[in-house]
């Protein structure tokens, strides 16, 4: 089962290391269903993957986002693949503070939603066919 160490975000990049698993094609985060960024990875001697993601300024405004980090099987540019697997979220909250444990769930849950509603999209598919 694959681990995600979270490091944080510093400076607008996101790092920390993913262990448990070969090396993925992918490793992007997510925000709504879409990629917004995509990792780089550098290999360690001892199969940890050091993982760094430069985050786009335009995530940062007022209220609250969720960032889904996943690895997939998919190429640069493409969708998040029905075969990603989850790694880590990262809620990120600006401006002025609006009840923001009860916001920061419900982006949580968005998130989260999205990843199902794919997963069941992928299950109904493959159970047709």
């Given amino acids: 089962m694959p681990v995600f160490d979270n490091h944080g975000i510093r400076g607008g990049v996101w790092t920390g290391q993913l262990r448990g698993m070969p090396r993925p094609a992918r490793v992007c985060v997510t925000c709504m269903g879409e ?53 880590h979220h990262q809620t990120l909250v600006t401006g002025k503070p609006l009840d923001q444990d009860l916001m920061a769930e419900l982006s949580a849950l968005r998130a989260e939603m999205e990843l199902l509603k794919r997963e069941f999209r992928r299950f109904v598919l493959d159970a047709r066919g």
């Avoid at 360690?44 to 993601?53: E, F, I, L």
């Avoid at 300024?57 to 099987?73: E, K, R």
């Fill in 35 to 87: 990629v917004i960024a995509e990792a780089a990875l550098a290999d360690d001697a001892d199969g940890v993957h050091q993982v760094r993601v430069d985050l786009p300024g335009s995530l940062i405004s007022d209220g609250v986002v969720t960032l889904v980090l996943v690895a997939d099987q998919g190429g640069s540019g493409d969708p998040v693949g029905a075969d990603a697997i989850h790694l």
